[in-house]
């Protein structure tokens, strides 16, 4: 079956560093853009970082530039979101997600989600 599971959320205080992973099985790991994106309540979903099918480009959002890094390993079939200088304003469910040859950063783009991981920073 597609599936996207993130794991790796936790409650962590401020300044401190953090790795979300997300482990992909059922589709073709390879041919998917692969983005992180949160959501807090009554807030939009927000791009947090995303990187490319071929692998050679990252994209992110303003408000995590220099602090966060997105990586992939085609062989595990798996995507980290490496977050670092963690600020209270970072705490959201964040979500995992795959967008087939598409290297976008709206959340309509993509078709397969994971169900989120909770990260919460204290100050």
């Known amino acids: 079956q597609v599936q996207l599971v993130e794991s790796g959320g936790a409650w962590v205080q401020a300044g401190d560093s953090l790795r979300l992973s997300c482990a992909a099985s059922?589709?073709?790991?390879?041919?998917?853009?692969m983005g992180w994106f949160r959501q807090v309540p009554g807030k939009e979903r927000e791009f947090v970082a995303c990187i490319k099918y071929t692998g050679e480009s990252t994209a992110y959002g303003d408000s995590v530039k220099g602090r966060f890094s997105v990586s992939r390993d085609n062989v595990q079939t798996t995507v980290s979101l490496q977050m670092s200088s963690l600020r209270p304003e970072d705490t959201a469910l964040y979500y995992c997600a795959a967008s087939y040859l598409k290297y976008r950063s709206r959340a309509s783009e993509y078709q397969i989600w994971g169900q989120g991981t909770q990260v919460t920073v204290f100050a």
């Open positions: 059922g589709f073709n790991f390879t041919k998917y853009t």
